[in-house]
């Protein structure tokens, strides 16, 4: 560990164009649970699995049991960033690290003072509604009771890509873009299970790919980096 960590110290120290890609597992310092992990959402009791409560057909069909679990597992009272959200934009403010590409919806590396978030999924920090598309706060959402509505009768949502939407076309294009010509490539906090996110990480060139994952991901064999630990415990140190 010891070895590894002092490896990617340096690989930082020596580069001033990172790019980093992210997941669930960014958060969990954070004491926000992620999906996979043996805690996470997909092991908890509840009716439906979570990729289908998730899904733009399972929120345009009972919104109502979509709030439910909307409220009670994605909106997590009081949370801060952790050390990896933090370092992370302390390297961006260090002119290191040229882009935050995220899979959360969590708004947690902004709050850090991220400025190049690049959000694949959306934020639950953001509605609007389904109909006409105005824009409202996302207070009600996260905090109110039953089917929010708009003025115009439609159903507000959060900002989020629910599974079966595509993602944001501006968005993918420059994250490609920032991972095509990035120099180091750390990726971290992601089983690198969904896609098409999880696909972009092929567009990488360079031969500096890190990852740091509590778990085994299927791009493991393709690292030339890995670390299988904590993630905001990594960043702490280098
Ligand atoms: P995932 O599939 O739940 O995978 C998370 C990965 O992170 C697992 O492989 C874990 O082993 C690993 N992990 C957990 N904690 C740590 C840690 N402290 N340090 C290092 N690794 C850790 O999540 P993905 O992001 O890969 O899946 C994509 C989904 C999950 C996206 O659509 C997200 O929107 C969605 N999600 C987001 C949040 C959030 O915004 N915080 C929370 C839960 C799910």
Redesign the pocket.
């Known amino acids: 560990m010891e070895d590894k960590i002092a490896q990617l110290r340096q690989m930082i120290a020596d580069s001033d164009n990172i790019v980093f890609f992210?997941?669930?597992?960014?958060?969990?310092?954070?004491g926000?649970?992620?999906?996979?992990?043996v805690d996470?959402?997909?092991n908890q009791k509840w009716k439906y699995p979570?990729e289908t409560i998730?899904s733009h057909s399972f929120f345009e069909r009972d919104p109502e049991e979509y709030y439910r679990f909307h409220r009670e597992k994605?909106v997590v009272d009081g949370v801060k960033p952790n050390r990896?959200h933090l370092r992370l934009a302390q390297l961006e403010q260090e002119g290191k690290l040229k882009a935050v590409i995220?899979?959360?919806?969590?708004g947690?590396h902004q709050a850090a003072g991220s400025k190049n978030v690049l959000e694949?999924?959306g934020s639950?920090l953001r509605a609007y509604c389904s109909r006409c598309r105005r824009p409202y706060p996302a207070e009600e959402m996260n905090k109110g009771q039953g089917v929010p509505r708009c003025a115009c009768g439609g159903v507000i949502r959060p900002d989020?890509?629910l599974y079966e939407e595509p993602l944001d076309n501006d968005i993918v294009r420059s994250a490609i873009a920032y991972i095509r010509n990035a120099d180091i490539l750390i990726i971290?906090?992601?089983?690198?299970?969904?896609y098409p996110?999880?696909g972009l990480i092929n567009y990488y060139r360079g031969k500096k790919l890190v990852l740091?994952?509590?778990?085994e991901?299927p791009y493991d064999s393709y690292a030339d980096l890995i670390i299988h630990?904590?993630?905001?415990?990594?960043f702490s140190r280098v």
Do not use: C, M, W
């Open positions: 992210g997941g669930a597992g960014v958060s969990t310092e954070s926000i649970p992620d999906f996979r992990s996470g959402l997909y979570p998730l994605l990896a995220t899979q959360n919806i969590d947690l694949l999924h639950i989020i890509v971290g906090g992601t089983s690198l299970n969904v996110a999880a740091i994952n509590l778990s991901t630990e904590k993630i905001g415990e990594v």
